[in-house]
């Protein structure tokens, strides 16, 4: 038989231990808040990673300048990977992170799978920048990030390697069609002027 006292002791517990934890709660949610309030509305995705499916979270590029490119293994522009993994090896200790997203929408020029993407990429071109599975970039089908690279630009990617460049913030947000290889000056100037931007 319980102890009279024991109903008064396990009240008195409750009471005091419910203060504790709130607290922490709050504080892990506070953090989690003010973590993705600086966090560009336009980089709030997660996207599984080309190489192994696992989730990334955007929200690391915060404060960086990013280049989202979709991209191509048989398709006339595909050698453009070589020009952008030299822009991410030229730029990326300044800030610079190049975003690629393989798509099978445009002459279907992008079939294999994510694991023949990635060994492709590599093998091919040594890319070393962060890659995405693939996924649709256009229409009704097309990531939320691209959504919204359209919705802030006006322009949806009409092939392969097209090529959206975000501002640190992620208020500016610059529109490049396929024909703009990674050498072009346009896009290098835009670069770096936005690098010098805090």
């Known amino acids: 038989m319980k102890a009279p006292w024991y109903p008064l002791l396990a009240a008195l517990a409750a009471v005091v231990l419910l203060p504790m934890s709130a607290p922490i709660h709050a504080s892990a949610q506070a953090a989690n808040t003010a973590a993705k309030t600086d966090c560009p509305a336009i980089l709030q ?3 599984d990673r080309l190489q192994d499916e696992k989730p990334q ?6 404060g960086k300048v990013v280049l989202v490119v979709n991209t191509a293994s048989y398709c006339g522009f595909t050698d453009q990977y070589k020009g952008l993994e030299a822009l991410y090896r030229r730029y990326r200790d300044r800030g610079l992170v ?11 020029q992008e079939p294999g799978s994510n694991q023949q993407i990635a060994e492709f990429c590599e093998n091919t071109y040594g890319v070393q920048f962060p890659m995405f599975a693939k996924s649709s970039v256009r229409g009704p089908q097309a ?3 691209f ?3 359209v919705e802030r630009t006006g322009t949806t990617p009409k092939w392969n390697f097209y090529k ?7 208020r500016t947000v610059l529109a490049y069609n396929s024909m703009v290889s990674p050498e072009s000056d346009t896009l290098r100037r835009d670069i770096e002027r936005l690098l010098a931007n805090p």
Do not use: E
Not at 57 to 62: E, G, I, R, S, V
Not at 98 to 108: M, T
Not at 164 to 170: A, E, H, K, M, N
């Open 45 to 47: 995705h997660r996207f």
């Open 147 to 149: 959504k919204q690279l």
């Open 57 to 62: 979270d955007l929200c690391q590029y915060a």
């Open 143 to 145: 990531n939320p990030l």
């Open 98 to 108: 190049v975003l690629g997203f393989p798509s099978n929408d445009f002459g279907q």
């Open 164 to 170: 959206y460049l975000i501002s640190r913030d992620g």
